[in-house]
Every structure is written in C-alpha cells, then in structure tokens.
Nanobody
Framework: QVQLVESGGGLVQPGGSLRLSCVAS????????MGWYRQAPGKQRELVAN???????NYVDSVKGRFTISRDNAKTAVYLQLNSLKPEDTAVYYC?????????WGQGTQVTVSS
C-alpha cells in the first residue's frame, strides 16, 4: 500500500501562484510515476501533469508554460508549481502515484482562482 498526503491548495486571484506538494509513503517501488490530476465541478477528472522516475515531465496543453511539475526521489515527493492561474484552473487537484499495476490517489486539495 502507498499513502499520499497533499498540501498547498487555496484561494488565489487570477494571475497568482500556488505550489502543491504530495508526499508518498509505504511500499514504494523503485520505478514509479507521480503526477497531478484535477476535477472541476461537472467535469471529468483530467491529467494535469506527471513525471516519471527518469524525470521527464508530461503536461496537458492547457497548462504548458504556466505549471511546472518536479519530484524529489529521496523524499518520494512530487510538486506542482502553478503560475499565471486562471479561473478555469479552479478544481480539486489530486495527487496520483502509479507503480507496477497499482494506482493510488491522494485525498484532493481545492484550488480556487477568483477575484
């Protein structure tokens, strides 16, 4: 089992920034992918960004150039820096960890972009 603990959501004005953090603990494999998904009201959950053990990031087009994903393998942590936030970025953001055939989710953290 893998447990994920997220932090860093909140309320921010358009154009502002936030940093999300997620730390994994438990039975962590040597090779894994960590990332962030988000789900806005009335919409399906979508991948925002993920990053493999190799460190190569992957982003959804709508956040490219604004969000940056990074990881700390020593801490089994993943971070998402959200810059130039827009109202359409408002959603619950979920940390995700995938290893072998297993998939784990964090509890979610609310990001609200509003003036």
């Amino acid at each position: 089992q893998v447990q994920l603990v997220e932090s860093g959501g909140g309320l921010v004005q358009p154009g502002g920034s936030l940093r999300l953090s997620c730390v994994a603990s438990g039975s962590i494999a040597r090779v894994y992918v960590m990332g962030w998904y988000r789900q806005a009201p009335g919409k399906q959950r979508e991948l925002v960004a993920n990053i493999a053990t190799s460190g190569r990031p992957n982003y959804v087009d709508s956040v490219k150039g604004r969000f940056t994903i990074s990881r700390d393998n020593a801490k089994t942590a993943v971070y998402l820096q959200l810059n130039s936030l827009k109202p359409e970025d408002t959603a619950v953001y979920y940390c995700h960890h995938a290893q072998l055939t297993q998939s784990y989710w964090g509890q979610g953290t609310q990001v609200t972009v509003s003036s």
